[in-house]
């Protein structure tokens, strides 16, 4: 798809809310050899099933337009 310059905060939350909700993690494609001094982090090689209840997103795009967000699960209650 290339780099989508200003899209592409966009195109990474709406992939970080479809991993929230589908219960994944999706890896960094083609990391296979974590560079010196990256010890003890765990990266993630594969695919992994777990239950998500919030991320971070961080977008730091050309220009200095910067922004983070904490995206987390709502849990409609039951009364």
Wanted: aromatic share 6%; hydrophobic share 45%.
């Amino acid at each position: 798809m290339g780099h989508t310059l200003g899209a592409s905060g966009a195109l990474e939350l709406a992939a970080s809310v479809r991993m929230l909700n589908d219960g994944i993690l999706v890896p960094t494609l083609n990391l296979r050899n974590p560079g010196e001094g990256c010890e003890g982090i765990d990266h993630l090689m594969d695919i992994r099933r777990i239950q998500i209840t919030a991320f971070l997103k961080n977008s730091f795009a050309f220009g200095g337009i910067n922004s983070i967000l904490v995206i987390r699960r709502y849990f409609k209650r039951n009364d």
